[in-house]
């Protein structure tokens, strides 16, 4: 009989890249058919054009470069998708496409892929369509309508909580209902996607936070993207820390980097900025935070000895 071994890890499990993909969009699509409801044709066009595009990107960087073809992973589509989410209904589509451009070519693709890459790729591409055209990125419209908001929940208009909660209110496609994204955020907790712990430690700093600074706190978990970036960009598996303590600090980081941005900088918000920040430490946060290889002390004290 022969013993057959291999390099760790020992571990055999049934999920994939494509079915981990599958389920982050089944649990987008609340969220997502939310915002096609309350802000109409322009926003499904919009979520079209953006996953239309990171595929297509994906597909001409695998054809050109005659590399195995990886869009039939979803990962591609997951990252369309995502950005569409952070977009306002009513956005030029040439921006929404090279937004979705930047994110595969730029965020990825240009780091080695699926796995490789230092940041969110969506979260990426939002920063820099932010930088690049802020006057449309930051034009919302209101609910049921194509009139120009004159407020959003951020900036010059206190809400009503329920407004925020249920998602009547202008915003990007996928950020203003809190109730549709913790159906998903749920859902992926429950096919163990993901764990509680980056959406938990990221949601409380926040909510502690704004209560310590005279805040209403449940406005500020709720008002803009603090819960669609903690559950779908946060716990993104590449760019957030592998051990426990490591991902309790990482929310912690985003929380707290979302609320200095909100309280102090010129911007109303902070969710994208903070993640991007937090995802650039995720290699310092694991090598400090590492666990150490069995056998380890262990030895450490027989060359001590020997020594």
């Given at each position: ?34 915002g096609i ?87 990426a591409a ?31 208009k206190n ?149």
């Amino acid at each position: 009989m022969k013993l057959l071994t291999n390099i760790s890890p020992h571990i055999l499990s049934e999920n994939d890249t494509r079915g981990i993909m599958l389920d982050v969009l089944i649990a987008l699509a609340p969220a997502t058919l939310f915002g096609i409801v309350i802000f109409g044709f322009s926003a499904l066009v919009t979520v079209a054009v953006t996953v239309a595009a990171a595929v297509i990107s994906e597909w001409l960087y695998c054809t050109i470069l005659k590399k195995p073809q990886t869009v039939g992973d979803f990962s591609a589509v997951v990252t369309g998708l995502i950005l569409a989410l952070n977009l306002p209904s009513g956005i030029p589509l040439y921006i929404a496409a090279l937004g979705s451009a930047f994110a595969i070519f730029v965020a990825k693709l240009a780091f080695g892929g699926l796995g490789k890459n230092l940041v969110n790729p969506a979260i990426a591409a939002r920063v820099f369509l932010l930088a690049a055209f802020p006057s449309a990125m930051t034009t919302f419209f209101e609910p049921f309508s194509d009139t120009v908001a004159s407020a959003t929940p951020l900036v010059g208009k206190n809400f009503l909580f329920n407004e925020v909660f249920f998602g009547a209110c202008p915003g990007t496609i996928g950020e203003t209902s809190v109730i549709m994204l913790v159906f998903g955020g749920a859902y992926l907790v429950a096919r163990r996607v993901i764990t509680v712990d980056i959406p938990l430690s990221f949601i409380l700093t926040v909510f502690f936070g704004s209560l310590i600074f005279g805040q209403n706190p449940f406005y500020a978990v709720s008002a803009g993207g603090v819960m669609l970036g903690a559950i779908f960009m946060a716990t993104d598996y590449v760019t957030s820390p592998m051990t426990r303590p490591g991902k309790i600090i990482f929310g912690f980081g985003c929380g707290l980097f979302t609320l200095i941005i909100r309280l102090f900088a010129s911007l109303p918000e902070g969710v994208s900025y903070s993640i991007l920040i937090m995802n650039l430490l995720v290699p310092v946060i694991d090598r400090l935070l590492a666990t150490r290889p069995f056998g380890v002390k262990k030895q450490k004290k027989e060359a001590e000895v020997n020594a």
